[in-house]
């Protein structure tokens, strides 16, 4: 079954991109899109631009600390803050580009950390640690927009059931959703027992790293969410609120979805969750997304990736002569007692 699986989930994606590709196609049929997009990313100001770079800074940032969190939770402190960052930055640039898949988010992270003496169980639990970080801040932060204005689902009319896109049950699904996170605050604080969801156990973790968890994960998914904010143009910008909530809700469906990168099905559910924002406008605000947060960062990472991978390259070449040294002396040693 694992094996047909492995086959299956990437299929799904490759659907899903083509379906999103051709949607997007049929949206923009007959528009001239190139020279229109070039005339609206020239018309952002550079003051913009720069807001933009500031927010991927901060996601990155909010990234890096995921892993520090984790590696706080498993007590381990021997690790720079330096290499965490690298560590963390090539891990999700590679992940939002090919998918968040085995090879790029474990794997690297094992080798990686595996590097600095941490054991494949410890990676393990880093690596989940770091995705339930994340799950938690959607939830925390999808709460919060519904119940603050439960009208914001209805924008995906179409593409979610209709009973999601009605405001009240959008506000009861805020509620759900914050109680989840105060559930898990709660079990945290009061050190209860761990929670057994099908034999998945989930051990509460110190107050302390639930705290940094609650901030870190906002601040990741408020980044990322402003680099489209400051893309988008100052007439007919909904506001930040808004982005945010279309940001969480197509981003989390881009995930599900397993494409790569979550091209495709990101833009088009955007683009029609916008209707008052000009579709040209909002694909530019997508396209610097998409260079600002996932294709510069790839870009660095194949470069980090390349260096690390030399050194340990090295280290192994080095390491070779010297470890047989010694059992070359002692060969020789071995013939002076024979002689002897």
């Known amino acids: 079954m694992k094996r047909i699986l492995d086959f299956v989930w990437p299929a799904i994606g490759l659907i899903a991109v083509a379906v ?40 990155y940032a909010a990234l890096a600390w995921y892993d520090r ?12 803050w330096l290499f965490i960052a690298l560590c963390s930055f090539t891990t999700y640039a590679l992940a939002h580009n090919i998918g968040a898949t085995v090879f790029s988010g474990a794997m690297v992270r094992y080798r990686a950390y595996h590097s600095k003496g941490l054991s494949g169980a410890q990676v393990a639990v880093l690596v989940a640690l770091c995705s339930f970080t994340f799950a938690l801040g959607t939830m925390l932060m999808g709460g919060l927009v519904l119940v603050l204005d439960p009208h914001l689902l209805a924008r995906f009319s179409g593409f979610l059931p209709g009973v999601l896109t009605n405001p009240s049950t959008a506000f009861v699904v805020g509620l759900i959703l914050l109680g989840c996170v105060a559930t898990y605050l709660a079990g945290s604080i009061f050190g209860l027992k761990p929670l057994v969801i099908r034999g998945f156990r989930i051990e509460y973790p110190r107050p302390d790293i639930a705290v940094r968890q609650m901030i870190a994960a906002p601040l990741e998914l408020i980044g990322a969410a402003g680099i489209i904010y400051f893309a ?18 197509s981003f989390s469906v881009a995930l599900a979805s397993n494409a790569p990168g979550g091209l495709g099905v990101f833009e088009i559910l955007f683009i029609k969750a916008m209707p008052a924002t000009p579709q040209i406008e909002v694909l530019a605000a997508l396209l610097i997304f998409r260079l600002f947060y996932l294709i510069i960062p790839l870009l660095f990472s194949l470069v980090i990736v390349v260096l690390f991978e030399r050194s340990k390259l090295k280290e192994v070449l ?13 060969r020789r040693l071995d013939r002076q007692a024979d002689v002897s």
Do not use: C
């Open 20 to 59: 999103s590709i051709w949607l997007l196609y049929r949206e923009f049929r007959g528009q001239h899109i190139g020279p229109e997009v070039w005339r609206t990313l020239k018309a952002i100001p550079p003051s913009h631009y720069l807001l933009a770079i500031g927010s991927t800074l901060l996601a």
């Open 318 to 330: 080095h390491a070779e002569p010297n470890a047989a040294a010694p059992a070359a002396a002692g």
């Open 69 to 80: 969190i984790a590696l706080r939770h498993l007590g381990v402190t021997h690790i720079s």
């Open 232 to 249: 988008l143009p100052e007439q007919g910008n909904p506001g930040f609120l808004v982005v945010l909530a279309v940001f969480l809700a």
